[in-house]
């Protein structure tokens, strides 16, 4: 079957624009995640979806960004004014959340959208 | 605060030696633990995780972990590496209590000399 698919692969934008980030998890998936890696770092939590709603998002980091999951499916990441300290590797993960001892399950990453805010 | 650190920013082996990839962790909760590896322009795939049990875990591409809760860590070996291995691995750790979200360290680049 399909794997996580992230919408674009690139994304050039100028300082203060907005920007759009889509991610289309592994069907049945209930849970999304949204990561942030930057050059030579490895991946950054941002937000985590159960369903529908967003179960924490502690690791946005301020309020021009927000994220979406409207029908508990495909999510969008929104980042607003941004800057060039916003340019990264944005990437999106899915897994099938379980209960108990397997709450934690294995998170399956797309490949990423590359944002540079010039 | 929790944190994962992953000592070696670089290292580089000879195809065909052995390879050790060190992680450190601090969590308070009881931690899952997760080897990831990614290779230029390609996703994050996972390795290995440890959740209970064994404390040596077996992974895909020959890799394998062990879980050291007295020293809170969880090395990646293998014991013959291959050109094919060259890329960045990433150790993570996550909880029950943490709804899933994952912690990772920085990441080790693998070089590998023919």
């Known amino acids: 079957g399909a794997g996580v698919s992230q919408t674009p692969s690139n994304k050039v934008t100028e300082k203060g624009k907005y920007v759009e980030l889509r991610c289309d998890p592994i069907?049945?998936?209930?849970?999304l995640y949204w990561y942030r890696q930057s050059l030579g770092q490895g991946p950054e939590f941002l937000i985590y979806f159960q369903g529908t709603g967003a179960a924490d998002d502690s690791g946005l980091p301020n309020d021009r960004f927000f994220a979406v999951r409207p029908e508990g499916s495909v999510s969008t990441l929104k980042i607003q004014r941004t800057e060039r300290g916003d340019s990264a590797v944005y990437l999106c993960?899915?897994?099938?959340?379980?209960?108990?001892?397997?709450?934690?399950?294995?998170?399956?990453f797309g490949p990423g959208t590359r944002l540079t805010v010039l | 605060a929790q944190s994962v650190t992953q000592p070696d920013i670089h290292i580089t082996v000879s195809e065909g030696a052995s390879l050790e990839l060190r992680c450190n962790y601090s969590?308070?909760?009881?931690?899952?633990l997760f080897w990831y590896v990614q290779s230029p322009g390609q996703g994050l795939q996972l390795l290995l995780k440890?959740?209970?049990?064994?404390?040596l875990v077996q992974g895909i591409k020959g890799f394998e972990a062990e879980f050291k809760r007295s020293q809170s860590s969880f090395n990646l070996r293998k014991p013959s590496v291959h050109w094919s291995d060259a890329a960045e691995y990433f150790c993570a750790v996550g909880s029950y209590n943490q709804g899933g979200k994952l912690i990772f360290g920085q990441g080790t680049e693998l070089s590998v000399k023919p």
């Open positions: 969590y308070g909760a009881t931690p899952y």
């Open positions: 440890y959740f209970s049990g064994d404390t």
């Open positions: 069907s049945g998936h209930t849970a």
């Open positions: 993960a899915s897994s099938s959340l379980g209960r108990g001892d397997r709450a934690v399950n294995e998170q399956f």
